[in-house]
């Protein structure tokens, strides 16, 4: 027969044993769930956002005073929400944003290519187009040329530096008999490339990815910011038979 050594109380050992192993595993499981739920959870089901902290106007530039990181939950974030202050901080806004907005690129102008005030998105359409890089891509700069063919008969004492883009309008003495040629010392910023069909042309139909080396559709028109006196100067120009000659210069996309 065999006898199981037991305590003063007349619990045996292995007994003892046993509840103390389940009251470890216990505690240990419990530990567990609350770091779980305190510190691992919130950052499974959260995301860390850029807020706004107050309500801000359309077309204010944002500053380290308007944003703030702030952890939210992430059912609903917006696509593309930002997640960093570097990002926004002197950025204009595109519309109204009142207190608390989760900030995303359709909110405020990550590419500088919204006008402000005093400025407009200018269309030059086919038929006023002499030559363009096919290279050419939203967000790019270009140098622009103003060339019209003239006639033999035309009288070629006409002055063409009547101003033009900030009045920095430079007669390149490119005049003969068959040509006129104006080029503005001022670069512009594209901010539409897109074939006849409306469509914008990229590198590829999954964006600009790989350097320029191909292209979606042959350039139909572009899409200037300009401001509107240069806006204005231009469709008198092209009125005027003028053609753009578009040169992408330094500052472009790469």
């Not at 006898?3 to 050992?13: A, F």
């Not at 106007?57 to 929400?81: A, C, E």
């Not at 390149?172 to 006129?180: G, K, L, N």
């Amino acid at each position: 027969m065999q006898y199981q050594k037991t305590d003063k109380e007349g619990v045996s050992v292995r007994e003892k044993l046993r509840i103390i192993i389940f009251g470890m595993l216990f505690l240990l499981g419990s530990a567990s769930l609350f770091v779980f739920q305190i510190y691992i959870q919130p950052k499974l089901n959260t995301k860390e956002v850029v807020i706004v902290h107050a309500d801000i106007p359309k077309n204010q530039i944002l500053t380290s005073f308007d944003v703030g990181i702030y952890r939210i939950s992430s059912d609903g974030l917006p696509k593309g929400y930002l997640n960093t202050t570097t990002s926004v901080i002197g950025k204009k806004t595109n519309v109204d944003l009142p207190q608390g907005t989760v900030l995303s690129p359709e909110l405020i102008d990550i590419d500088n290519m919204n006008p402000s005030a005093g400025e407009m998105i200018f269309p030059i359409p086919r038929v006023a187009i002499y030559a363009v890089n096919a290279s050419l891509r939203a967000g790019d700069y270009v140098s622009i040329s103003l060339y019209r063919l003239e006639s033999r008969e035309q009288n070629q004492d006409q002055s063409l530096n009547q101003g033009g883009l900030n009045q920095e309008m430079e007669n390149h003495d490119e005049e003969t008999e068959d040509h006129q040629l104006l080029s503005l010392k001022k670069s512009v910023r594209v901010i539409a490339v897109r074939s006849d069909a409306g469509n914008m042309v990229r590198d590829t139909d999954k964006g600009n990815t790989n350097d320029r080396l191909t292209s979606t559709e042959r350039i139909g028109h572009l899409e200037l910011l300009l401001t509107f006196d240069e806006a204005k100067y231009l469709e008198t120009k092209i009125r005027g038979g003028y053609q753009v000659w578009a040169s992408r210069v330094e500052g472009s996309n790469q």
